[in-house]
């Protein structure tokens, strides 16, 4: 596994720099985008390497509305802010297409990094990078600065890149977008064509290849790699398929090999990395989330029979008001409005339980009924509690 060199190893002749080191800088943030639940994933594992690597700056996140709430109250747990905002697509199928990218439209939405006015300047980086060692001295760099892209080094790629945020700078983007588009349908073609000197103008603004190193471009020249790779800084899996295609086995903590990792040793490891992230502080965070979502009260809602039945998880200790029917190998259908509030809600419970069963979840102790007979408007609300084994 490549290592950044650590420059805590050298000798420190003046301690108070160290003090200066961990001092909290609150007014620049890294940011990062999320538009669905899927790339929140990545998100979540790039901010918790940021964290493990004790960055002293902010980590906020772009989440469209498309995000769920569940995510981003796991996202908040990582991140100092969670912001919504539009989502914004290039539209743009046709140059989309020759990337063979269809779903990169909606990384337009990038550029409501520069609304953030709030910082005085942020260090993008997409979803799908990680970071390997601390690499806060990135906001030593000016806008617009950003690492050659593998595909085409007189371009740079915009998985990683240093901003000011500006209201005017993302209204020209904006205005320019509509006058120009994309020549890939995607953030990248926008942003090379508006920061169009970057490739002849400053090399202050080229950062290093190691800070965008593209895991795929590893073994396009293994050389180099060799040569240079343990310095690498940030890992960016960039392409098609996302560490989180990939499965892996938690046990023996390897990631299952498929064709297209095949003969890259280097690769594997950087997904090794980023599933070791995951497991280890991700899972456990979605997981302890799921576990509250799950004690919270729910409601599901399900036709029965032409009654709309509202089927309502509470908590163990509400007391049932009602014994529990006996229940029959099976019933007949019946007309809801025609049976007794009993039977209909005796009906509820086989087929809650029968969901519960199909469902393969945990029966809870006790389940609460609202039933509410449209036709009739009455309303009813019945508890039960499980029969015990
Ligand atoms: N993105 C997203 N959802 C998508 C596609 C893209 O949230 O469906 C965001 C995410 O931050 C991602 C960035 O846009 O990292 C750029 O897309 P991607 O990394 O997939 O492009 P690549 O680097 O592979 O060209
Ligand atoms: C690139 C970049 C990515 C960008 C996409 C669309 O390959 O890695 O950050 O969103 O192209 O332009
Ligand atoms: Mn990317």
Redesign the pocket.
């Known amino acids: 596994m490549p290592r950044c060199s650590h420059p805590t190893h050298a000798p420190r002749p003046f301690p108070t720099l160290c003090h200066l080191h961990h001092h909290r800088v609150t007014d620049q943030a890294f940011v990062t985008l999320a538009a669905d639940d899927v790339y929140c994933q990545g998100a979540l594992v790039l901010g918790q390497s940021l964290r493990n690597h004790k960055t002293s700056r902010k980590l906020a996140v772009l989440v469209t509305p498309e995000v769920s709430s569940g995510m981003r109250s796991v996202l908040s747990s990582v991140f100092d802010e969670v912001i919504e905002v539009d989502v914004l697509d290039s539209a743009d199928s046709v140059h989309l297409a020759l990337?063979q990218?269809p779903e990169?439209g909606v990384?337009f939405t990038?550029l409501h990094c520069w609304t953030l006015t709030h910082y005085s300047k942020c260090v993008f980086m997409?979803a799908d990078t990680l970071v390997l060692c601390n690499v806060d001295e990135l906001f030593d760099r000016e806008e617009f600065s950003a690492a050659p892209?593998s595909?085409w080094p007189d371009c740079f790629?915009?998985?990683v890149f240093v901003f000011r945020p500006s209201l005017r700078t993302y209204n020209l983007l904006l205005r320019f977008a509509a006058e120009h588009g994309?020549f890939?349908?995607?953030?990248?073609?926008?942003?090379n064509s508006f920061f169009s000197n970057w490739a002849t103008a400053d090399i202050g603004k080229h950062l290093p290849f190691l800070y965008n190193l593209?895991s795929s471009s590893v073994y396009t020249y293994v050389p180099a790699f060799n040569h240079f790779g343990r310095d690498a800084k940030v890992v960016?899996f960039?392409g098609a398929t996302k560490p989180w295609n990939y499965k892996y086995n938690l046990q023996t903590r390897r990631v299952m090999q498929d064709g297209t990792t095949s003969g890259s040793f280097h690769q594997l490891s950087f997904l090794a990395l980023w599933w070791n992230i995951y497991s280890a502080s991700i899972l456990p965070l979605l997981e302890k989330h799921q576990k509250m979502e799950d004690s919270e009260s729910e409601e599901c809602k399900h036709a029965f029979n032409g009654v709309e039945v509202t089927l309502k998880k509470i908590s163990p200790c509400v007391p049932s008001s009602l014994p529990m029917p006996e229940l029959p190998e099976q019933t007949n259908e019946v007309n809801p409005t025609a049976c007794s509030p009993e039977e209909l809600a005796f009906k509820a419970w086989l087929y809650f339980s029968n969901l519960c069963m199909k469902s393969n979840q945990e029966i809870l102790m006790s389940i609460s009924l609202s039933l509410t007979d449209l036709q009739n408007n009455r309303y009813l609300n019945l508890c039960f509690r499980k029969p015990q084994k």
């Open positions: 990337m990218r990169l990384t990038k997409d892209d595909g790629n915009s998985g994309s890939d349908g995607g953030d990248q073609g926008l942003l593209s960016h960039l």
